[in-house]
C-alpha cells in the first residue's frame, strides 16, 4: 500500500509538469514592459492586418486592451513579479481547440488511473469508456466533488474528441490508450533516471565529504 501510495505521488508530480494550463513565470516590470513595447514596435510583422480581422486577431485585441506601453524604471522602482499564465481565447470548452482539449483529457486519464485498485474486482477495465463511468460513479458513491468533476469532464472530452474526429469508440479509443502507455513508460523512464542522478550525487557527496575530512586532517 506504501508503495502504491509513494508511486501515486510521483505520479502526480508528473502529470503537473506535463500540463500546460497552469504556467507561471518570474519576471520584473521593465521586461514586461521592454517586450510590450516590441510587440507594439513589430506588430505589423507578428500579425499582419491582412490575415485576420482585428476581432479575430487575439494578439492586436490583447494589445489593444493594453495600450501604449509604459516607460521603464528607475532601478530602485524596478521589481519582479510572479504572474500565472491564463489562455484569455481559450476559457471554456467551446473554444478549446481540439488538440488541447485532448492533452488534458490524456493528463486527466492518467490522474484517474490511482482510483482502478478500488474498483471492484469484477469490472472490465480493459474498456476505457466502461472504466470511466465506473470511476465516475465510484467517485459519487465515495463524495468526491473534485474526483467527481474531473471524472465527468474526461466523459465529455471524450465525447466531443470522437466528434472532431481525434477518438473512436469503435477501437475503444485506441489512439488515447497508445499515447497514455508512452506517457507512464515515460514516466518509469524519468523515474529511473531521477534515481541515477540521485545515485550519483551521492557519491559525488561521499567524495567530497571524504576530502573535507582529509583537508581537516592535515
Not at 524604471?73 to 489562455?87: D, W
Not at 493528463?107 to 480493459?126: A, E, H, M, N
Not at 473534485?146 to 466523459?155: A, I
Not at 541515477?196 to 576530502?211: P, Y
Request: glycine share 2%; proline share 6%; net charge neutral.
Amino acid at each position: 500500500k506504501q508503495w502504491y501510495q509513494r508511486r501515486v505521488r510521483e505520479l502526480d508530480k508528473y502529470i503537473m509538469l506535463g500540463k500546460t494550463s497552469e504556467v507561471c513565470i518570474n519576471i520584473s516590470l521593465n521586461e514586461m514592459y521592454f517586450v510590450h513595447s516590441l510587440l507594439i514596435q513589430h506588430l505589423d510583422l507578428l500579425s499582419p492586418k491582412s490575415a485576420a480581422p482585428p476581432e479575430g486577431d487575439p494578439l492586436r485585441a490583447i494589445l489593444n486592451d493594453l495600450g501604449p506601453a509604459p516607460a521603464q524604471l528607475l532601478r530602485s522602482e524596478n521589481a519582479n513579479v510572479e504572474l500565472k499564465l491564463i489562455p484569455r481565447f481559450e476559457a471554456n470548452d467551446t473554444a478549446m481547440r481540439p488538440e488541447r482539449m485532448y492533452n488534458e483529457t490524456k493528463y486527466s486519464v492518467l490522474s484517474l488511473l490511482r482510483v482502478l485498485p478500488q474498483l471492484p474486482p469484477s469490472i472490465d477495465t480493459s474498456n476505457v469508456k466502461i472504466t470511466l463511468e465506473t470511476v465516475a460513479q465510484h467517485a459519487q458513491n465515495m463524495r468526491d466533488p473534485e474526483l467527481v468533476e474531473k471524472s465527468k469532464k474526461v466523459l465529455h472530452n471524450c465525447k466531443k474528441l470522437v466528434s472532431d474526429g481525434l477518438l473512436s469508440e469503435a477501437d475503444n479509443y485506441g489512439q488515447l490508450r497508445k499515447d497514455i502507455v508512452a506517457e507512464l513508460l515515460n514516466y518509469e523512464s524519468q523515474i529511473a533516471k531521477a534515481n541515477l542522478d540521485l545515485d550519483r550525487l551521492k557519491q559525488v557527496k561521499g567524495s567530497i565529504q571524504q576530502h573535507n575530512v582529509f583537508l581537516q586532517q592535515q
